[in-house]
């Protein structure tokens, strides 16, 4: 059993890059914020809705440090109507998490949308708490960010990025083998410190999708993929790079990256039969 090669994969890209992601991203992922920002960013996406295609909303979070304005997340909801929007959370902590994740409960939204709660904490036990909170109030996908410091505490290494990225899977490990994580549990995983952490879920096909820029802000800082990954996380981040043009852009390293990072997880090389981005 192999639920890898099931999973809906993103990998966010700068304004330059957006066309050009559909042919190897599974869906899209929204961040509310630049739709405000960016006309162009923010015609794409109604054009991908208008196309049809799997759209998964942000709150922005990690991109703002806070969840991006309520009024205006709830407005590009009901203009874009994702197939999923993830709630607004607050960094590592669990009690005003989980009072925003009821606040979010009060509101109506397009019947096509599902509501995605993530698991804050500051340690183990911690997170357990909120998984269950979060189940109790209704919600029935939960995230699980790839930053979280208690990472470090699970699996404790020098390399800090290879302990939060073994840290995080070896909470869900243990949520599973403890009968808290259920084979029909559906689970997103928002980002990575390393981008060989996935081969890791093998099987586990209750992850049903997962997000990260890696193999792309790699390929921004000049950094290729080893066949095993990485050992550190790139330094650069979205807020660095949106404004980049696409003559800045080494696109083959880009596609070595992205067709590495499949590779080494053991996913399909492309969405559907597509064949290279160059």
């Not at 997880?265 to 969405?271: E, L, M, R, V």
Request: proline share 4%; glycine share 6%; net charge negative.
């Amino acid at each position: 059993m192999d639920g890898l090669r099931n999973m809906k994969i993103n990998h966010e890209v700068p304004r330059a890059l957006l066309t050009l992601s559909e042919q190897f991203n599974n869906y899209d992922f929204v961040l509310p914020h630049l739709l405000d920002e960016d006309d162009e960013y923010k015609q794409y996406f109604i054009e991908a809705k208008r196309k049809g295609r799997y759209l998964i909303m942000d709150n922005s979070l990690h991109e703002l440090g806070h969840a991006y304005d309520s009024k205006r997340l709830l407005y590009w909801i009901e203009q874009l109507e994702p197939d999923e929007f993830i709630v607004p959370d607050v960094w590592e902590d669990m009690h005003q998490t989980c009072r925003s994740a009821k606040e979010w409960k009060q509101y109506t939204y397009p019947s096509c949308t599902t509501l995605v709660a993530v698991v804050q904490a500051n340690s183990y036990g911690n997170a357990v708490e909120c998984y269950f909170n979060l189940e109790g109030l209704g919600y029935n996908k939960l995230a699980f960010s790839y930053g979280a410091n208690y990472y470090n505490d699970i699996f404790e290494h020098e390399n800090k990025d290879l302990g939060k990225a073994m840290g995080r899977s070896g909470v869900i490990h243990k949520m599973y083998e403890s009968g808290i994580i259920k084979d029909n549990s559906r689970i997103h995983l928002l980002g990575c410190a390393i981008p060989q952490e996935f081969k890791y879920y093998k099987g586990f096909n209750f992850i049903e999708s997962i997000d990260t820029s890696n193999p792309v802000m790699a390929a921004l800082e000049g950094i290729k993929y080893d066949d095993f990954g990485l050992e550190e996380k790139p330094k650069a981040n979205m807020n660095d790079h949106f404004d980049i043009t696409i003559d800045n852009i080494n696109l083959e390293l880009l596609e070595h990256n992205i067709k590495t990072f499949r590779t080494i997880n053991g996913f399909s090389p492309y969405p559907k039969e597509h064949t290279g981005i160059l």
